[in-house]
């Protein structure tokens, strides 16, 4: 297994040019089951999720073509016979329950397994069941799967989700498309990657108003058609390389990267100390001073503060001027980072949902084991400011997020190299 070597070696300056976002790729894709047209993404990002969400859509009986080096990829769902989404494919990324509400619509039958409990928590799906039922699907567990049944089709429905999951959300949406009637979905997610969602389904002849609010009003058809849409820019990945010039210092230009999706994270940066301004290809980012100072985090929903860059923002107050207190109120199990960054010589007191992070000089470089996607980047940022070097073990959950993470850093100055096993 791949590790990640980081000698922390001062300032980084250029540019980082930002990949299509991995969340909005993972349900643009299972959209090509609402259709028997064809449906093409461009801006795909490279990653292990969606080469594993490529798999669960081929096992359905969907064709994935991937095309120049993997940036486009071309589905089709003509041929897609299969209702069944096998606990072998889903047990990899509990974004495979994505293909719940398109496979409902489009057999009025669905048998998807269970995702399971993940290393930041419990993350059921009471939600997209609720939902679903209220649209008239009959669901039961099984074996560990999901069965899920709509004899005569969908129906519109007026929903209100008890939180506004974003999963729940897509799943919903998708499955609307293709009901009899008008759904209105309250209490909704607003992320981008929804908007992202119901941009291509609209190309694809959707009718949906709302989106980006808490009210989606999806309007139902015979049938969807094909389109090419473009993936949008990742927000997160934009956010985690905006905290590498906090951590080592210098001014990164970030291209592609797009301010107005960052919500609540910007206005953070600014309070720390990180100077953040539009540039005519993306964002470009800086220090203010030398320190960074100490601010007080809690993740919430779009577009508050996104639990997805709150590890990373953790590896940034290791070393800021002051105390930081993060609350994490999105997932239950999010902190664990936070022994890793200890190793390093951070200080954080962890009490529940609450990190207590007060700010030393500097951080030393050790060996860390990285134990779900944001953590393992968040020891690379940290890695980035620390005396020494510093190797993080278990890459595999960076390569299901991150495309190509050594050689973006490594492009703006940082000292890091992948070394395989046998390496
Ligand atoms: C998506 C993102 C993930 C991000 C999260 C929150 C993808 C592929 N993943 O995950 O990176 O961290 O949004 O922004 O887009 N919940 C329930 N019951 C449900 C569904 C969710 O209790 O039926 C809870 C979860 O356990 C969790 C919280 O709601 O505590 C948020 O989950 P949700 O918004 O559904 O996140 P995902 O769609 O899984």
Do not use: W
């Not at 540019?15 to 299509?20: D, L, T, V």
């Not at 071309?74 to 096998?86: E, G, Q």
Request: aromatic content about 2%; some cysteine.
């Amino acid at each position: 297994m791949d590790r990640i070597v980081v000698r922390g070696n001062g300032p980084l300056n250029g540019q980082i040019a930002i990949s299509g976002a991995k969340n909005a790729c993972l349900t643009l894709m299972p959209a090509t089951l609402l259709s028997e047209e064809p449906l093409t993404l461009t801006n795909a990002p490279r990653l292990s999720d969606i080469r594993t969400m490529a798999t669960l859509l081929q096992s359905l009986g969907a064709e994935v073509q991937t095309m120049q080096d993997g940036k486009v990829l071309a589905m089709s769902s003509h041929a897609a016979d299969t209702h069944v989404a096998d606990y072998d494919i889903v047990r990899k990324m509990r974004a495979s329950n994505l293909v719940l509400g398109p496979l409902l619509a489009r057999h009025g039958h669905a048998v998807v397994s269970l995702p399971g409990g993940c290393a930041i928590g419990a993350r059921p799906m009471d939600i997209h069941i609720a939902a679903l039922e209220e649209m008239g699907a009959e669901i039961e567990l099984k074996d560990g799967y999901l069965h899920a049944r709509a004899a005569r089709g969908l129906k519109g429905a007026d929903i209100t989700l008890r939180f506004a999951s974003v999963g729940a959300t897509e799943n919903v949406v998708m499955a609307a498309t293709l009901a009899k009637g008008t759904t209105v979905l309250r209490n909704a997610a607003r992320e981008p990657e929804i908007v992202d969602l119901v941009t291509c389904l609209r190309k694809m002849g959707a009718e949906i108003a709302g989106e980006g609010t808490d009210t989606i009003t999806i309007g139902g058809m015979d049938r969807l058609h094909g389109a090419t849409h473009p993936v949008v820019a990742d927000r997160i990945e934009t956010g985690t390389y905006m905290l590498a010039p906090a951590i080592a210092g210098g001014e990164v230009e970030l291209l592609g990267g797009r301010i107005d999706l960052l919500g609540a994270f910007c206005e953070k940066l600014d309070a720390c100390g990180i100077d953040v301004a539009e540039t005519p290809g993306g964002l470009i980012v800086k220090r203010r001073n030398g320190r960074v100072d100490a601010v007080n985090v809690v993740t919430e929903i779009f577009p508050g503060f996104p639990t997805d860059l709150q590890a990373q923002m953790m590896a940034v107050m290791c070393t800021a001027d002051g105390v930081s207190v993060l609350e994490e109120r999105i997932f239950e199990n999010r902190f664990m980072h936070a022994p890793e960054l200890v190793r390093m010589g951070a200080q954080i007191d962890v009490q529940g949902g609450t990190a207590t992070v007060t700010g030393v000089d500097r951080l030393k470089g050790a060996p860390v084991m990285a134990t779900d996607l944001r953590a393992s980047v968040s020891l690379i940022l940290a890695a980035l400011g620390a005396e020494g070097e510093t190797v993080v073990n278990r890459v595999y959950h960076l390569d299901r997020g991150y495309e190509r993470v050594e050689e973006k850093l490594g492009a703006v100055g940082a000292d890091i190299e992948r070394v395989s096993e046998d390496g």
